[in-house]
């Protein structure tokens, strides 16, 4: 018998195992993008920041996890740059609210307790609420707890406080220095030497056309590079990590939360400490 270990690959069971091994577990998914991040860093970051995230979340957790799904929103000029850098592989949003409603419905058969996923693209955060929201309004989700987010929801504006100084906002941090620390701690074979900073970041929910890229953007940075450091990701890391286990194990906010035998009732003194919990297991 293969032995599980936590955050096991979901996919690593066989079909007569899968439905015991995750009834009353949780499930994570990463998904992400193909996306032009400036002349520093890889067109994988969003991929493989979510995969990142997902992979200690469930660890945490001791969780399932499934593969990321690397195919995403179209980047916009405001927080990705755009379609005027090479690289972006995209689907319509319509395609990809269809194939995100469909992969969570299939999900929806399994007796997982709970279901995560993890955002890692600025521009696909409204099409997975809408295709989340479609599956519960069809009442499949009615036994499954959910928890959705983009990473960056997560981290505490104090936090930003302390380590970012002129913080330009989540919409313009677009290769920027949160998403380059964190890459040099995790793939700093991927990242360049070139640290470019764009000093008049866009103002978020504008859109433009006919836009200039070159007064939006430097390369297809947002905001500025300067002060990228591998120790910052590492601390954004564990952050959002802590948070993100925090916020699953506690459950504030769900209904769940107070009719399910395996959740106790919300302590909001416990909202920084990751603990284990007893059986069932997230």
């Keep these: 018998m293969t032995t599980r270990h936590p955050g096991s690959p979901l996919t690593d069971l066989t079909s007569a195992q899968v439905a015991d091994a995750v009834r009353g577990r949780t499930v994570v998914w990463p998904i992400g993008a193909i996306e032009q991040h400036g002349p520093h860093l890889p067109l994988s970051v969003d991929l493989i920041l979510a995969e990142a995230f997902a992979g200690e979340?469930?660890?945490?957790l001791d969780a399932f996890t499934l593969?990321?799904?690397a195919i995403g929103a179209r980047s916009l000029p405001q927080s990705g740059g755009g379609l005027y850098f090479p690289g972006t592989v995209y689907v319509a949003g319509d395609t990809l609210v269809r194939f995100l409603?469909?992969?969570i419905t299939a999900l929806a058969a399994l007796p997982m307790a709970r279901l995560v996923v993890v955002n890692g693209h600025y521009e696909n955060e409204p099409f997975l609420f809408e295709a989340l929201d479609q599956v519960r309004e069809r009442g499949l989700l009615d036994s499954t707890e959910v928890f959705a987010f983009s990473w960056w929801s997560l981290v505490r504006d104090t936090w930003t406080d302390a380590e970012i100084p002129r913080f330009p906002g989540w919409h313009a941090e677009h290769a920027g220095v949160t998403e380059t620390s964190l890459m040099l701690h995790l793939r700093p074979d991927l990242v360049t030497d070139e640290r470019p900073d764009h000093d008049d970041?866009?103002?978020?929910g504008v859109y433009l056309h006919p836009v200039d890229v070159a007064q939006t953007t430097h390369r297809g940075v947002l905001s500025s590079t300067s002060g990228s450091d591998a120790g910052l990701g590492e601390k954004l890391l564990?952050?959002?990590v802590d948070e993100a286990t925090a916020m699953v194990r506690d459950?504030?906010?769900?209904l769940f939360a107070q009719t399910r035998p395996d959740r106790r009732h919300p302590d909001p003194r416990r909202r920084t400490a990751a603990r284990p919990e007893g059986n069932p297991q997230p």
């Excluded at 979340?57 to 945490?60: D, G, N, W």
């Excluded at 459950?251 to 769900?254: I, M, T």
Aim: hydrophobic share 30%; proline share 14%.
């Design 57 to 60: 979340i469930a660890k945490e």
């Design 67 to 69: 593969p990321a799904q």
């Design 101 to 103: 409603r469909e992969t």
């Design 201 to 204: 970041p866009p103002r978020a």
């Design 238 to 240: 564990r952050h959002v």
């Design 251 to 254: 459950g504030s906010g769900l």
